[in-house]
């Protein structure tokens, strides 16, 4: 296994590569390092909104919107997913960094967000 750190479009990865037989795996383990410093585009109205919680939920990356799997008020434990956001035609869970409870969605399914987009709060 090697370790790789790479920049794409100002988002850094580390990405693990497992040689196979002297070639080099195509399947690499990503593993976003840091989020963008992007303002916040304009969003879709919210689908629920009970008032902005403490914790914000940013978009990791540009994408579509195309689950809400914890509505407003939903209990979450850190590592649950709250929203999906497809990337580059992949589905990536969009988790909770703590646990909490939902306070707001702050984009609707089908929306497209640009990376730093708050798409939800915790309580």
Same mark, same amino acid.
């Given at each position: !296994?090697? &370790?790789?750190?790479? @920049?794409? &479009?100002?988002?850094?990865?580390?990405? /693990? +590569?497992?040689?196979?037989?002297? #070639? %080099? =795996? =195509? #399947?690499?383990?990503? /593993?976003?390092?840091?989020?963008?410093?992007?303002?916040?585009?304009?969003?879709?109205? $919210?689908?629920? =909104? /009970?008032?902005?919680?403490?914790?914000?939920?940013?978009? $990791?990356?540009?994408?579509?919107?195309? #689950?809400?799997?914890? $509505?407003?008020? @939903?209990?979450?434990?850190?590592?649950? %997913?709250?929203?999906?956001?497809?990337?580059?035609? !992949?589905?990536?869970?969009?988790?909770? $960094?703590?646990?909490?409870?939902?306070? =707001?969605?702050?984009?609707?399914?089908?929306?497209?967000?640009? #990376?730093? /987009? +708050?798409?939800?709060?915790?309580?």
């Amino acid at each position: !296994m090697k &370790n790789y750190r790479i @920049t794409v &479009n100002g988002n850094v990865y580390d990405v /693990t +590569v497992e040689e196979l037989g002297g #070639a %080099v =795996s =195509s #399947a690499p383990v990503v /593993t976003p390092v840091a989020a963008p410093a992007a303002a916040p585009a304009p969003a879709a109205a $919210p689908v629920a =909104s /009970t008032g902005a919680g403490a914790v914000k939920i940013n978009a $990791p990356m540009p994408g579509k919107i195309l #689950a809400v799997k914890a $509505p407003v008020g @939903t209990a979450v434990k850190k590592g649950q %997913v709250v929203l999906v956001l497809e990337a580059m035609k !992949m589905e990536n869970e969009i988790v909770a $960094p703590e646990d909490g409870t939902v306070a =707001s969605i702050d984009v609707n399914e089908g929306a497209m967000v640009e #990376a730093g /987009t +708050v798409l939800a709060t915790l309580n």
